[in-house]
């Protein structure tokens, strides 16, 4: 068990996740994953994550409402989160960012990048 930086993963594709838990834990990080808004936005509260991996397209609240949720929060506000989606449209890129989203990527991604994305925003 590593004792690094806590990672939420916020997505609801299983493979995903997976790949991102390997990923992570191997980096040295600790994981925990919400595959819904709502479960994103309670783990978030309680977790005080180092950084969140946000997908757009998720049940019950999209990964705008949380983002949007996340920043509005002053409890939470600061913590850094990284848009991983498909949605690629300038509308989605640009909106994200305004809503305050540390880095935006589109999938399919290259793992290392996200990797040195997240090591960026946690140091």
């Known amino acids: 068990m590593t004792d690094g930086p806590l990672i939420?993963?916020?997505?609801d594709e299983p493979l995903l996740i997976e790949l991102l838990q390997f990923r992570l834990t191997g980096r040295g990080y600790r994981v925990a994953v919400a595959q819904d808004g709502r479960e994103a936005l309670a783990s978030i509260q309680v977790q005080r994550p180092a950084a969140v991996v946000l997908d757009a397209m998720m049940p019950i609240h999209d990964g705008f409402e949380v983002l949007r949720r996340i920043r509005a929060n002053p409890?939470?506000?600061d913590i850094p989160v990284i848009m991983l989606t498909a949605r690629r449209s300038e509308k989605d890129v640009v909106g994200a960012l305004e809503l305050g989203?540390?880095?935006y990527l589109v999938k399919p991604f290259i793992p290392e990048e996200l990797l040195a994305r997240l090591g960026r925003l946690v140091k």
């Open 8 to 11: 939420l993963i916020a997505d």
């Open 75 to 77: 409890d939470i506000a």
């Open 101 to 103: 989203a540390n880095e």
